[in-house]
């Protein structure tokens, strides 16, 4: 008996499809593009001492203020003026030393077109981004970056669609290049966004969140295992650490540990401590970041890690539960 057909696309769908190939090809063809102009543009920018400006209005104008944001974050100083707002005050946040961004699709809207005789009067430069090479707009500045596109999404082909998105992964392709250019790094994302997951993971370090060697279980190799246990119970980490007369770590004794001697048929009353802990346990540390931290004790399939200076003498530990409650996993 034959299958029952598939049910024939909706219309909602089919032009949801229709969409996605139309933005997704508009991207794509502006890498035919990215050359001198390009080249141009991210040097203009890298020479400058001031601050760049992005502007633009309409749907534009969400794209500059989204390309402000991203250039920010990745290294280079950037704010977002409404177009409008510039012709009536804000144009007076311009130094000599800035660069502004326009956006415009048509490289024709009037109140950029205003503003810029007064952009080039006060020393900044001027990149343009535009679906219009041969634009008023394009023609005025110093470098221009062509986001055009053959058509929009929009079954009428009127609302900016393709051209937005285009706009958009074309100012991303500037702020990734200004990036890789400055050498900016994770540790320099992590320094603008401390508030966020990735903050936390950069910017923490094992010394910020382990437990001091005050308050961490130690025994000594001789030590008896019932001494251990009490030890482990009363520092509530799930371990004791075995170090020697120097303060070195020579084990870790942890409630695997225990069931493993357990199993064995160990003899809780006479055994020493040293007989049944893990020998050489892995270390860190205290200026390591905790996120490496976080790692090797995922990765070992460990629980408790202990952390040592510059010469092995123990300064402290950590557990996962002190990464998760500095909300480093």
């Known amino acids: 008996m034959d299958p029952t057909p ?36 991210v040097d203009i920018i890298l020479k400058r001492n001031g601050r760049v400006i992005v502007t633009g209005i309409g749907k534009s104008g969400h794209i500059a203020r989204k390309l402000a944001a991203t250039l920010a974050s990745t290294g280079t100083p950037a704010y977002f003026v409404h177009a409008a707002e510039a012709a009536h005050g804000d144009l007076g946040m311009i130094t000599p030393e800035d660069v502004v961004i326009a956006l ?139 170090t020697g007369s120097d303060g070195r770590p020579q084990g870790i004794f942890t409630d695997g540990d225990l069931r493993r001697a357990l199993e064995k048929g160990c003899d809780v009353r006479s055994a020493q401590v040293g007989a049944v802990m893990t020998r050489a346990p892995r270390t860190i540390g205290p200026a390591a970041l905790a996120a490496e931290a976080a790692e090797i004790m995922e990765r070992q399939r460990i629980s408790q890690l202990l952390v040592v200076d510059a010469d092995g003498h123990l300064v402290g530990a950590l557990t996962t539960h002190d990464l998760m409650l500095a909300k480093v996993i």
């Open 6 to 41: 598939a049910p024939a696309d909706s219309r909602a769908v089919a032009l949801a499809r229709r969409v996605l190939r139309i933005e997704a090809d508009a991207v794509a063809a502006l890498a035919a593009r990215i050359g001198a102009e390009f080249e141009r543009a």
């Open 104 to 242: 415009s699709n048509s490289g024709s809207s009037e109140e950029i077109l205003t503003i810029v005789p007064l952009v080039k009067r006060q020393g900044a430069r001027l990149i343009a981004m535009t679906g219009k090479a041969d634009s008023p707009l394009a023609r005025e500045a110093d470098a221009h970056l062509e986001a055009a596109v053959a058509e929009e999404a929009c079954p009428l082909n009127l609302a900016p669609t393709a051209s937005t998105t285009a706009a958009l992964a074309l100012g991303d392709a500037l702020a990734v290049a200004l990036l890789d250019a400055r050498g900016f790094a994770a540790e320099d994302f992590a320094r603008s966004h401390p508030g966020g997951a990735l903050g936390r993971r950069l910017l923490t370090h094992v010394g910020d969140v382990m437990r001091p060697a005050a308050s961490v279980p130690m025994v000594a190799a001789e030590a008896p295992l019932t001494a251990a246990l009490l030890a482990m119970t009363a520092g509530g980490m799930g371990m004791t650490a075995v």
